[in-house]
């Protein structure tokens, strides 16, 4: 077994288990290492979108799943698996003809019937259809092939058990030789799936229930009540968020390169996306989510070469909004973020961090460097127009220096700090704080 293929079973596994965070960050690992040795990562993505159709994130779902379709080539394997969750992805979006007609296409598909990832996902979307008889016999082909992996016998197990009773209430008949079969690998394999045990015990007692072995019955049903309803929730690694930050990057950029190889006709609903995701409706900058999701990035950097972090305000512009009106002072707003994002160097990361005020981040730049660029954009916003106000547009700007140590939170604050000196002492167009004074 590949390291790849490892950790596509560790990501599964730690789904079935109840971890998606983890599962999350073992697909994520799996796509860097393909790219890194030039493979396919469609599969990966399939995953990461079968995660979220699961958590109720259809739409998002639906777009990773058509990057792993025009990703796939011409694998049968990996073309079946995108579209099987395409199809899925369709029907809960009410676009049931079009998933008819996907699911056709992986049916038709002869990798389908001997690979029991794909059986099992087929199942799935079966059990969408309220197809009971046809999920249950597909779930049980798919068992039958995971004899290697525990944890997807405990799964498949599970999701028969729940399916049989739909069954046995459809068809009113009962196949007792089966479901004693799926009781006891459920059984012998239920450790596997350790927060899910209260779950396998309620349906095991359902099992027992329609088996007419009542004794059996009451015995797992009294062991599910005296087991917690949820466990107890564990404090999350730092490194997660970075992870669901990183993810959150890589698919808002697969959505926002979709939607563009669209026809012209769609080029709003690219702005609507990218002004969701990261961008400030009123200046057309990118928000201060943005700049947290740079910030790893940055920070690593910052090791071995200069960060500068520049917090910027507008002078009195709660004065101006209050006595000239928003529409003036949204004016002035949209005017000198204009004008801050021509000065913006290149590898610069450039937000608005609240009405009125801003936030720039610049790498490899020394204070006097950073210093003109000041100057000039003090200089371009002295120039703006303002006949209706009763003085000239300027901005008061605070600067920091990433330390050893620093997180951004840390730089953050030292750079507002800078900047409410700057305000209060009126000192000129840039303050550093204490420590780079």
């Keep these: 077994m590949s390291h790849e293929q490892a950790l596509l079973i560790k990501g599964r596994r730690l789904y079935r288990q109840g ?74 979006l009410n676009k049931r003809d079009s998933a008819l007609n996907m699911m056709q296409q992986a049916l038709d598909n002869s ?23 046809l999920a249950l016999s597909l779930l049980e082909k798919a068992m039958d092939l995971y004899q290697t992996e525990p944890a997807a016998m405990a799964g498949c197990a599970l999701a028969l058990l729940k399916l049989d009773a739909k069954v046995a209430i459809s068809a009113g008949s009962l196949d007792r030789a089966k479901l004693l079969n799926n009781v006891e690998v459920l059984k012998k394999y239920m450790h596997h799936l350790p927060r899910s ?44 968020a970075a992870v669901e930050y990183k993810l ?32 400030d409706e009123l200046s057309g900058l990118h928000n201060a989510r943005y700049l947290e999701m740079r910030w790893p990035v940055l920070l690593d950097q910052a090791q071995s070469e200069a960060l500068c972090l520049l917090s910027l305000g507008i002078d009195h512009f709660a ?67 303002s006949v209706h106000l009763s003085q000239p547009l300027s901005v008061s700007m605070g600067g920091a220096f990433f330390q050893l140590g620093d997180t951004a939170e840390i730089l953050h604050l030292r750079a507002d700090l800078a900047l409410f000196l700057a305000l209060r002492q009126g ?10 004074k």
């Design 248 to 279: 959150r990057q890589m698919t808002s950029e697969i959505e926002i390169e979709l939607l563009r190889e669209k026809n012209v006709a769609q080029h709003q609903q690219v702005q609507e996306l990218e002004n969701v995701t990261f961008r």
């Design 427 to 436: 000192v000129g167009p840039l303050l550093w704080d204490e420590e780079e």
């Design 19 to 92: 971890q998606p965070a983890l599962a999350m960050s073992s697909f994520l690992v799996g796509i860097e290492e393909s790219l890194d040795l030039y493979e396919n990562e469609t599969i990966y993505w399939v995953e990461l979108a079968h995660l979220f159709r699961e958590t109720g994130q259809v739409e998002r779902a639906l777009t990773l799943n058509q990057y792993g379709l025009q990703l796939a080539g011409d694998d049968a394997y990996l073309i079946c698996a995108a579209r099987l969750g395409l199809a899925a992805d369709l029907w809960l």
């Design 197 to 240: 045990s209260r779950e396998i015990h309620i349906e095991l007692g359902r099992a027992y229930q329609r088996l007419e072995q009542f004794a059996e019955s009451v015995e797992y049903f009294s062991k599910a009540l005296q087991l917690p309803t949820k466990s107890a929730k564990k404090s999350r690694p730092r490194r997660l």
């Design 319 to 385: 004065s101006i909004r209050e006595v000239f009106g928003s529409e003036l002072a949204y004016i002035a707003y949209h005017q000198v973020a204009r004008i801050l994002q021509i000065h913006t160097p290149a590898n610069a990361v450039l937000v608005c961090s609240g009405l009125g005020s801003f936030s720039l981040a610049i790498p490899r730049m020394n204070k006097i460097q950073i210093e003109q660029i000041a100057m000039h954009i003090q200089k371009d916003i002295a120039k703006l127009e």
């Design 111 to 133: 990798a389908l019937y001997s690979c029991a990832y794909l059986l099992e996902r087929l199942s799935q979307l079966y059990s969408l259809q309220e197809e009971w008889q």
